[in-house]
């Protein structure tokens, strides 16, 4: 969410995280198991330390 990134798209935050291409993002972030109480514990503080 937070990056120097204009547009966030898989192929160019993989790029970004020096990833080859943004089809092992895509897989992780698809068959990941999200606990949605958790991400957002995690995510709220990190955006508001921003």
Do not use: Y
Not at 26 to 50: K, N, S, Y
């Amino acid at each position: 969410m937070l990056s120097p990134l204009p547009r966030k798209t898989l192929p160019a935050i993989a790029k970004l995280n020096g990833l080859k291409d943004g089809e092992s993002l895509d897989h992780f972030l698809g068959d990941a198991v999200w606990d949605v109480a958790q991400v957002r514990a995690i995510r709220l503080p990190l955006i508001r330390q921003e």
